[in-house]
């Protein structure tokens, strides 16, 4: 083999290592990111209850009755407006949802299932302040499966937010980052101008989150 050839050889092959090991060092960043715990209960008695059970790894649309996910899954959009054929196709979708009673009824529908009550869960979303402690974390919040949901965004159904409050202490907070939110799950009704949740979780530990927490949507 020519010199000039194992040469170029040799710089390809350093090339392809550092393409692999970038991956690799942010993955291990994520991973150590994702093992920092931003906040944990005082509440000993809750600790105690969650821990004596195993955690559940609850997805978003294991909330939802079945009718009402097939309903809503009609009319998720599948693939981006990349040609003129992609945003007809969008705008009749939204034309047809709008007049779909069974779609817009899944859209504000408070049914839930009790299948999780009581539950040692983890549920991955986004963190929606409604009220702050006077440390300025937040205290009344609701957990939301897609970012700017209740504030740029109209909300998700009821059955698609969940209800916490939150002791003083969460000041590593931020609105557009995704967390990993942990406690006992179960059905109950709250309801604030910005939204109304279906689900309630007595959180016991919030980690970060690296990925997308919702399983159902495609944004």
């Known amino acids: 083999m020519r010199l000039g050839v194992k040469i170029t050889l040799v710089v390809v092959a350093f090339a392809l290592l550092g393409m692999a090991a970038q991956p690799v060092a942010v993955y291990l960043k994520q ?101 702050f402690h006077e440390d300025q974390s937040p205290e009344i919040v609701f957990i939301v499966p897609y970012f700017g949901a209740c504030i740029h965004f109209p909300p998700p159904p009821p059955n698609q937010m969940v209800f916490t409050k939150l002791a003083p202490g969460f000041t590593d907070f931020e609105l557009e980052k995704a967390y990993l939110v942990s406690g006992l799950f179960s059905q109950g009704m709250f309801e604030d101008p910005m939204g109304t949740a279906a689900y309630q979780l007595d959180t016991v530990s919030i980690r970060p989150f690296v990925g997308s927490p919702d399983d159902f949507r495609s944004h």
């Open 31 to 131: 991973r150590f990111d994702a093992r920092h715990l931003v906040y944990s209960t005082p509440d000993s008695s809750l600790v105690r209850s969650f821990e004596s059970q195993s955690t559940i790894e609850l997805q978003w649309q294991a909330l939802l009755p079945d009718a009402e996910r097939d309903a809503l899954s009609q009319y998720q959009t599948r693939s981006s407006a990349n040609t003129v054929e992609d945003v007809t196709n969008n705008i009749l979708r939204s034309i047809q949802a709008a007049s779909d009673q069974n779609y817009q009824a899944a859209m504000y529908s408070t049914n839930t299932l009790d299948t999780y009550n009581g539950a040692a869960v983890a549920m991955a979303g986004f963190i929606v302040p409604i009220s």
